[in-house]
């Protein structure tokens, strides 16, 4: 049932008026995964009132806008990722009123806000997919092979592992690409855009600045389903164009979404943006969706899966540019996030690599991501046992972290890097509630306790406990936004190397010279000038430089 508000709110205003040079191109967006940020009312599950109240957090931390998480009514088979009602508060989040609160407050405080759309799937429970008639025309069914149709459609596997296809009571087979409650939409129907596009209006009208769009590389399918004859295929996402993903046909969905954008956007003087969670096999295909006629951003999963060596980071930073250059848009930039391992522990388990790379991010042009914690330094959580797992591939058997997709799982990531040193490949190790204040768990996240155990050891790494500290990584994050914002051109003006010895990086940027230590052991260079900011204690003497093992120092020049 779609909730109704109890006093309905004109759209508010968001800051920053028409098309002009565009607010996200350089901006700054900290996602917000509700159920895990803070808990207002003891449940133990995060909610949009205990966000609210924390977004003079978000605003002091310095960051541009805020992305949630699906926060809309859903039995919650995949984190909210199954979506039964889009119009609607899930109760364990709150209220359609909270949602229209909380997005006031944002914008009161300067704050832009993004909310997910999920258009690949929607839950089982959702009423189109419960209606008998309607989910045969709405979702993918299809006779099975066979003799009695006993055996799936075609070989697809689901992302979380097992088949994709699950056979009804009337002998059919529906498609899901994730978890058997999220089964796929049938875009090849006129009234699912429709539908779509309806929502979108929904949550404009009620303030929303963008869209973070839900494997946004789904959605179209190969005519015919054709198999893909062999298995193991969560290692070929992201890796290759599969039947299922990154087919060409999805961007003419993208595209009737910029008109939408554009169109709502000029007629109440806002820009809003659509943001592509995409897997790609190239940068080059990824900047597809960011084409000036379809969506304004794409995740950069390529910069996030590479490892911690200059020459990688150094090609895949050039390569990124590039192919967002060749079509006109800015590159995002990003190292967390509720699907992969969190970066303190992908790196090595290396705070300080976590912290040079996070400063190594934020000086790259363009925009960036943080998920929630980052800025605390929070590891992984690696020892959580099997009862309080929630990850629907966890009990599926697939190894993916997939959920996320694709190359997020050691085995399946092209690279093997995106899971390394997680607990098993699944993905609850990021979403561990939020440590706020005090020495013990919930570290104050809620009245009540926490949906999954938080770390007995986490009473240091609390916003309280690292306020006011300058060797925080809370304190290193707050200076770093800080600077960006006051580096005129810093987020979107040019960038060129510099020269450097082997394992490290120098670029320059408007107003800085930033230089990246690879290495595990310091390296002298001739100062570039005077260290701005640094991610670990910089020395210069006599003009030489030393950049301590997995350092990242913002120059003055
Ligand atoms: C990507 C989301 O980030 C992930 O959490 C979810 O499981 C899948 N898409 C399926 O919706």
Redesign the pocket.
């Known amino acids: 049932m779609t909730q109704e508000l109890t006093s309905p709110s004109p759209a508010p205003q968001a800051p920053g008026t028409g098309r002009g040079p565009g607010w996200w191109r350089d901006a700054v967006i900290y996602q917000v995964y509700v159920r895990s940020f803070a808990d207002s009312d003891g449940d133990g599950i995060g909610d949009l009132r205990g966000a609210r109240e924390r977004l003079p957090y978000l605003k002091d931390l310095g960051v541009d806008a805020v992305w949630l998480t699906p926060f809309y009514a859903s039995p919650q088979a ?2 909210g ?1 199954d979506v039964a009602d889009y119009r609607a508060v899930d109760p364990l989040f709150g209220t359609l009123q909270d949602a229209d609160d909380l997005i006031r407050t944002a914008h009161d405080l300067g704050l832009r806000v993004i909310v997910d759309i ?1 258009p ?2 929607t839950s089982d429970r959702h009423p189109w997919f419960q209606d008998p008639e309607l989910s045969r025309q709405r979702y993918l069914f299809r006779p099975g092979k066979g003799e009695s149709g006993e055996l799936p459609p075609n070989d697809w596997e689901s992302v979380f592992g097992g088949p994709a296809w699950t056979r009804t009571d009337r002998g059919d087979w529906y498609l899901h690409l ?1 978890a058997p409650e ?1 089964p796929d939409l049938n875009w090849d129907n006129p009234e699912v855009h429709t539908e779509f596009e309806a929502i979108m209006r929904f949550w404009l009208d009620l303030g929303v600045d963008g869209f973070r769009v ?2 946004a590389h789904g959605m179209i399918k190969a005519p015919g389903l054709p198999d893909i004859g062999h298995g193991a295929q969560a290692q070929l996402i992201g890796a290759q164009v599969l039947p299922f993903f990154d087919q060409d046909g999805v961007h003419a969905i993208h595209r009737a979404w910029r008109r939408l954008l554009d169109g709502y956007g000029d007629a109440h003087g806002r820009q809003v943006i659509g943001v592509a ?1 995409a897997w790609a096999p190239t940068a080059e295909r990824l900047a597809l969706y960011v084409r000036p006629d379809e969506l304004h951003q794409a995740f950069n999963f390529q910069f996030l899966n590479a490892p911690w060596q200059s020459d990688a980071l150094r090609s895949v930073i050039d390569a990124s540019l590039a192919a967002t250059a060749s079509v006109g848009a800015p590159t995002t930039w990003v190292l967390s ?3 992969v391992v969190r970066h303190t522990t992908r790196l090595g388990g290396s705070l300080a690599r976590a912290r040079a790379a996070t400063l190594l991010m934020l000086a790259l042009p363009g925009s960036a991501y943080l998920y929630q914690g980052e800025e605390l330094g929070l590891p992984e959580v690696t020892d959580l046992p099997d009862e309080v797992r929630q990850d629907p591939a966890f009990f599926r058997g697939g190894r993916a972290t997939g ?3 694709p190359g997020t799982d050691t085995e399946s990531a092209p690279d093997g890097v995106a899971a390394a040193g997680g607990q098993d490949g699944f ?1 609850d190790g990021c979403r561990v509630p939020l440590p706020w204040s005090g020495a013990l768990p919930p570290y104050g996240f809620g009245p009540g306790g926490s949906w999954l155990p938080q770390p007995a050891d986490w009473g240091g790494l609390t916003v309280a406990a690292q306020t006011g500290d300058p060797a925080s990584t809370l304190e290193l994050y707050r200076a770093a936004l800080d600077l960006r914002r006051r580096l005129p051109g810093l987020g979107d003006g040019p960038m060129t190397w510099a020269p450097a010895p082997d394992g490290v990086l120098a670029f320059t940027r408007p107003g800085l010279l930033c230089t990246v230590n690879t290495l595990g052991h310091d390296v002298g260079l001739p100062a570039p000038g005077t260290p701005l900011l640094s991610s670990a204690p910089v020395t210069v003497d006599d003009a030489t430089g030393r950049l301590p093992g997995d350092s990242c120092t913002w120059w003055a020049i």
Do not use: P
């Open positions: 995949d984190g990722y999920v690949n799937h994730f999220q839900d494997v969670e996030n509720h699907d959920a996320a997709g993905r």
